[in-house]
């Protein structure tokens, strides 16, 4: 049965419990625990400086709210589904706590600012989080590439073999998505840290508050310019659930590829077992789950990031009930993309790199084709005619069923007979990886010169 | 700490804490414990008709089972998150209460049929629920359409004022979306009904099932056609949740109109306590909670179906990790779309109608133009002329602050000589609704046909 | 330049440029033209029948409209953009060609129905056309099937070798999907199928119309029960590009299979020269394009599905202008999954298998451990240990880099004292898969049976 | 029928035209033609001054481009389907008229990173030519709002009337909304502008490229750090359709409240007649079609976002031919943001807002309820009584018919003996308005000092 509710002076019949499971939010916005208590200190503080109301309040509050969170933390707080939200439990237990000067607290604020506040203050803390993640599977990748400078493994282009690329430039590859994730998420922190306390219900308040000074207090860089943009704005919230989406596109990116590598026709990776399961029926199984479910845990935000959008297209200014939806679709964005980053990059950090595996590949894959044309217009052939000696070179390789290098001098020049002894230094893989050199190519010095960048940028960021 | 896998054998190293945290299902999936029980019956019973098990150890499996689902129900089991899921969690405990018979109840199954089948039992039983719940609130609609089949109100095209239509007309306008909801279910229901049971890992199995006989005992409608196919097709999945979401679109549609109704400026309903809130601060607050949380919940039915299908596309065959992903989303759209159903059916059953506000509605949209118009068409005018002529009569009315009805005779004679005494029946509401008689339409008649035929189609489907 | 719009005679002001471009709808809803005549054909029929207009009348209209169509399929026609759509378009020619009796013809019909019944009668043309489209793709796939009955290749979970599977098991895996999308399509259909005419602008009309009549001739199934609901419901138009987004999954599935076949690390295919390119760089290159861009497509569909959801969303009744944005994501899944069905059709056909690369694969996977663990358990063993034993096999022949049926007797003996000379006949892969025989598995009968009932489906389908 | 393939050497059969009109791009894609030819541009530069290709070549590439560039502009240029994309086209075309000296533009590059240079260009002029027009709406609102200092309407939390607002400060929040726009879109042109030319097929090149300076010559602020993440990036596509979709949120919203404003319930706008559609049937009728279609075309760019998102998911590196759907969406969303923003800028500017219904739904709404309840409170009342007196007297004043400021002296006191003449000042809506002065606040001074910063703001940004 429903308790007294605080609006209830217009209303005869009482809230059918119907309604109150259909609009009840404690049981998901109880999580914004430590923000609605760093917002009401603030706010508390600020109305004591400002003379609304008596300094000794203010102290009775910030003693009584941190006894609640001492509660929440350690499992002794009641949560009550009757009380709705995160805000009325915790308010109500400080009233029970202190007395009047309980109530004292929510002079010159409404929910609408409170749950507007506290929801920044929280994105804030995931987004910052998110991006320690973020650079920290970077740094996984960059230490690894360190290791696999010389490894050198199929570039592909439509899943093709294209041309040798070294692992470490492939690895970098995924890092520098990563490092861009983290400057999205940057950008995106400035307008989630934008106050709105002091907005009040939707037109600001009579009382003379200081929203720059409980802005400040609570770390915000801003307050809001405007009180009914302040309370109905949830801008922010698409906008990290975006970044969570891009985030999970990359780890989805290399997520198919090490369920491709893992796959005996590849055998580039061998999965540590602490990141495998096997099969209950099938002794030979090793699943790569962890990369399965990295990329099928995608979809999961992307339906976060429609949920979000969706939710906010058509509502009239200025607070709408919908917008209770906010929370939850964050949430369960930010327990996915965390615990992703962080899985993947324990995983990363312990996989086992198969080179011989990436040898083969590439002489199956006759990598080197383009070399052996660039060769021929190097003796001068002209490039389409250096392109077709080099496809009938492919064709012959693969009846014998071997590689570009494997063929014999006589066998090659009798394809073209520009081909010389020193054929076989422009086929070899390591010298094709080389010859790339100009800056952000996979020759050695240009993946070097990016892994020192790289490195500057990780400590920097650190 | 994990415990010993299933699979554990050719691994070395354990499971990391962090990937079972990530793989982790049965905080979720043990929503499925009664359909992995009533799967496993059939599939023990099975078993023994065709001799692959003792008649003595179906039987042992069956207590068992019933057992299981007891301690489940009463808060007994004990789910443990390292077992994985639902199907180890109840197996491991069978296996516990009646030992080697325990473990042949997996013969000639994995989890891969397991899980496909346990998934379609629970979807097709919330189907069957949903169907009740939207023929409900189609019930109420009808009965409410009942009882105002005289009140008028203005029928909108682009929130703008149109033509006059009854209540009754426009309240089963939305019966007939839920009727629709109500037969696109039952056409998933029949691709939902499907037995995988059989199909195994993949392949098929060496013993000798009889799939068929599974199907019937579960209540399927037909078993699989081909293995691969029965452990990887989620489509059924897909169809649920993209049904759950027309019946939102439905759903937020009405919420629509009843936030707006419910505003003063236009004052077609108030709303039952029971289904609003009120403000602590603004004491002439009276909010449609209710209607705005269903609008915005729709949001997140949308982002349940964008999860599931972004999670199938491009996957191969057979059975993928990703695919675990395809139980949460579905359990959100149904406790949504139940829930959403139920509370609006209430809330609709107790709406109060304001007949006065609507007439006075229909007199500020000018909502009789039409009807001039047409009035001068049958006295001989041209149509466009019609139009002109009534054009004029509503910027006169306009100017006066009053409806068309409320000109007097010579001011309307003014306009055109072809107006008589006769004009004021013309610009009736009632006469005008009920002049458009054809069937489907909002004529008096025709709305009492359509609400027999509804009533129909309502004793038929109950 | 706007010309004079048939609305405004109360508007002083004339339409601005921008307002034109941005409400025009007629470059995009001409291709609607066809079923304009047809509804308007119907129409013109039923007002002559019921004495609204004269028999002659109809004549000249019939007449002209067939002028009309003539004119645009042969490219005279002079499409007006500053006549905002199809209809108008339509309608203004026939009064230029007929005079009053065109005008008559929209007599007791509005755009609001008139444009639903135009999209219904196109949805209802276009899906069967899809659904031709599926099951000739699906009959390409059952004819492959019947040419690879006895091709094995390693059946995949996790895209780790599972167990062996039949090509032909596999490919009607996929047809399967494309029969189920047949029957879903089917269903839609039937909700597509039923005529707004008659629902005029919201209301029903005065005019003693027939709706039962002109739903009849133009082949509708049924006419409207609600007038509103009529003009305001585009719940066809979302289930049809539902239907299409399953579609393309099952596609963007069988795409994602061949673009990891073609790779050389598997070899499974080789693509015909007609549906693959090349590089003019890389002279070894030959891309899979089409099947990266009918996955690549899958997700325009997606968002063409999330377009019409969000599009109806909390539109209040009964028509908005929203809804002319209903036709756009529709023509695009349509043109989208048409020709990805086509070209996908053609290709299969032409798609070379290689049962060669396929058996390496399955020595490379040692996909008959299994079998070794059945075939241990089959001479007493129990399971767990027959596992191991199996597992072990699999690491001795990983360490030797062959497959498990080419370690030697000795060997496998060294592992277990059960193993006796008949373990080659358990190992041989054709074996395995005939060993899984019941209803729908992989076993040679089974899929003939299979193949059977498919190719009935097809002949009572086609 | 398919020309000659650059690619055709290895290929014996031809490609079927079905893989042609299914992989084709030209018809979308020569939208870039003009960043094709900015970027060949630079890189024929830069192929000079590194000594790659002759000066005389550079010269006749760079006339040869200005001629094409002139061809298209003025319509001369034939584009040929069977050439695939605008890059091949306009190569094609530049051999045609300048021999071997155009073949040489392509050294040292490829389609893939060439494609993604065009399309960067592109989307980095578009992004600036949205925050232009989102500045200028912003502007026009700043602008409508510094008109309506005074003007009051009922500020609504869940569309119920809640405290007395400004227009001003109304339209305020908008511009507020569009400025925080500008602020997303420069950070999202940072990285869009980085320069992927020079990371050729996806390893880098042999030839001595300067990718930092074509970088610079093309205005970009960086070049790409990996060559395969530079071909394979398509992050910056899908955030700038991200910052579009929260453009269409936020006209959405305003197209809303202009939707519900124009009926005549309300009635707070007069739609300018440009910018307003009327009905062929019922005289009285202007509709907010404009704003109608934009709350539409919002759905539509939520698609694209949906359909980029989902292209991304799961592919590997490097180029993927899937990737050439990242085009459409883009150019889709661009009109519709364009289009959009720049309609509703002239319509803003000339809409007619009506004062004087705005008063009368503040009185019916009883937006001053709040205000007599704290003037109950500064006369020492408790809040919890002050808030039920408020209560009763909006009870009261509903039964009259009549606002709360219509009560005589009398009936309130009747109610609590606190109340004295002052009331009527308390309960005047412009000094409830005034009374709310803290920062952000609707205030007049509060309203002013944000209106200076704002235009401070648009005057920088200009």
């Known amino acids: 049965m429903a308790g007294k509710k605080l609006w209830g002076g217009r209303f005869t019949g009482s809230t059918s419990e119907l309604t109150e499971r259909f609009t009840v939010s404690v049981d998901f916005d109880k999580r914004l625990y430590a923000e609605d208590i760093r917002g009401s200190l603030a706010h508390a503080r600020m109305l004591a400086r400002q003379g609304v109301i008596e300094e000794q309040d203010a102290v009775s509050i910030e003693n009584g709210l941190a006894g609640i969170k001492r509660e929440i933390e350690n499992g002794a707080f009641k949560w009550n589904e009757s009380m709705e939200d995160v805000h009325m439990n915790v308010e109500a237990r400080l009233t029970e706590l202190i007395g009047e000067a309980g109530k004292r607290l929510h002079t010159g604020r409404s929910r609408n600012d409170q749950v507007a506040t506290d929801f920044r203050l929280h994105v804030a803390v995931r987004l910052a989080d998110w991006m320690g993640r973020a650079r920290e599977l970077a740094a996984v990748l960059a230490e690894r590439a360190g290791e696999h400078l010389d490894t050198l493994l199929p570039g592909y282009t439509h899943l093709q073999p294209a041309q040798p690329v070294r692992l470490s430039h492939h690895l970098l590859a995924y890092a520098q998505m990563f490092k861009r994730d983290c400057e999205r998420i940057g950008d995106c922190l400035k307008r989630v840290k934008v106050s709105p306390l002091g907005a009040a219900a939707l037109a600001g308040t009579t009382y003379p508050l200081d929203p720059d000074a409980t802005a400040r ?246």
């Open 217 to 462: 207090d609570m770390g915000f860089g801003a307050r809001f310019a405007n009180s009914m943009d302040a309370v109905s704005d949830r801008d922010f919230a698409a906008e990290a659930v975006f970044c969570a989406s891009l985030v999970m596109v990359h780890l989805s990116r290399l997520s198919e590829e090490l369920i491709i590598w893992a796959n005996p026709g590849f055998g580039f990776v061998r999965l540590p077992d602490a990141f495998a399961t096997g099969s209950s029926i099938m002794p030979q199984k090793k699943n790569p789950d962890v990369s399965e479910l990295t990329r099928g845990k995608t979809a999961r935000v992307f339906g976060d990031l429609t949920a979000l959008l969706t939710l906010m297209k058509g509502l009239p200014l200025a607070y709408n009930r919908d917008m209770q939806e906010d929370k939850e679709p964050f949430f369960d964005a930010d327990e996915t993309v965390t615990l992703a980053l962080t899985v993947n990059a324990a995983m990363m950090r312990e996989m086992v790199f198969d080179a011989e595996a990436m040898r083969k590949a590439m002489a199956k894959g006759f990598i080197n084709a383009t070399e052996l044309a660039d060769y021929l217009v190097g003796k001068g052939a002209a490039f389409r005619a250096a392109h077709e000696v080099s496809g009938r070179a492919v064709a012959l390789a693969q009846d014998r069923g071997v590689g570009l290098e494997d063929l014999s001098l006589d066998d090659l020049q009798g394809l073209s007979e520009l081909i010389e002894q020193d054929v076989f230094e422009a086929l070899d893989y390591q010298n094709a990886a080389d010859r790339r050199e100009t800056p952000g190519g996979t020759g050695k010095n240009a993946v070097r010169a990016q892994l020192a960048d790289f490195k500057a940028w990780l400590e920097q960021a650190g």
